[in-house]
């Protein structure tokens, strides 16, 4: 298996990433290129991207995978919110790609007060247009934990946006919370085994790039999103060992966003590969 980690890039700049993934003992790694919470688009000078790129090339972490900032609504229904939203978007695919970050993740968006219909086209105009700026970054739909407006959080909601937006480039983001939130029961392995076998007969094998996982405060089908860590939440060894073990589902990479420290998402990280068939 593929694990890392969500980190933060600390005191060096962006590559202290490539510092904090190695202090977790991690394959690969997510990180924020911009302020998460702000609507400053990420700027990177030629000698920054450049540091950013050796150091990762030099780490053997892979894939560098990017989350995008919070602050935007890919499906939002103002206007000005929604063109300040796509601007962010396409400043990130453009900063992905100098920094040589493999998948940019894009939460699927919420409605608000639009009909679904009128979200899901907007969220999907939004992923084309992501797509059409990115050279090498793939821009990837995460879906969400079945909050109020949310535009697609189940895997028959990913297969309709998908389908809205039309492009094969766009790929899927699972996290393992946001499933659990909806009703999803990763706490079995039935249910486990259910879940892939929706993806395959949805035609999602080929766009399913990567897994957050994360452990759950909240009981199944609460569609509340609180991520704790692995071992703490109400999944169980029992879902997780299914999950370490699926083979469509642990052939992508997983990202670990977590509360704990380095030392406790290291513990983590190796737990889950004990967990997975060559443990």
């Known amino acids: 298996m593929i694990i890392g ?18 202090l977790r003992d991690a394959d690969c790694v997510q990180i924020f290129v911009s302020n998460p919470r702000s609507w400053a688009e990420p700027h990177y000078d030629d000698a920054e ?28 229904w103002k206007p000005e919110f929604l063109e300040r939203t796509r601007a962010l978007v396409r400043e990130t695919v453009r900063a992905c ?3 040589g970050v493999r998948f940019l993740v894009v939460h699927a968006g919420a ?22 700026e990115a050279d090498g970054v793939r821009v990837l739909v995460e879906l969400m934990a079945g ?13 309709e946006l998908l389908g809205a937006v039309d492009d094969d480039r766009v790929g899927l983001t699972l996290d393992t919370a946001h499933l659990f939130a909806t009703g999803i029961a990763l706490d ?3 249910g486990v085994t259910g879940l892939a076998d929706d993806l395959r007969a949805r035609g999602l094998v080929e766009r399913l790039a990567l897994v957050h996982a994360n452990d759950s405060v909240f009981e ?9 860590n692995i071992g703490d939440g109400l999944i169980g060894e029992a879902g997780w060992r299914a999950l370490a073990n699926d083979p469509l589902l642990s052939s992508v990479p997983w990202i670990l966003e977590t509360p704990g420290d380095a030392d406790r998402q290291r513990a983590d990280i190796a737990g889950l590969r004990n967990l997975g068939p060559h443990g």
């Open 97 to 99: 790609d100098a920094l």
């Open 111 to 132: 409605g608000g007060p639009q009909g679904r219909g009128a979200a899901l086209r907007t969220a999907a105009e939004t992923f084309r247009l992501a797509a059409a």
């Open 49 to 76: 991207a450049e540091r950013f790129r050796s150091t990762l090339e030099a780490s053997g972490i892979d894939p560098c995978v990017a989350h995008m900032s919070y602050i935007g609504n890919t499906a939002a």
């Open 5 to 22: 980690a969500h980190v933060r890039r600390r005191q060096r700049g962006i590559e202290g990433a490539i510092e904090e993934a190695r």
């Open 188 to 190: 079995e392995p039935d």
């Open 147 to 159: 909050t109020s407006g949310a535009v697609a959080s189940l895997p028959e909601e990913a297969e």
């Open 220 to 228: 199944r089908g609460a569609r509340r999103d609180r991520h704790t």
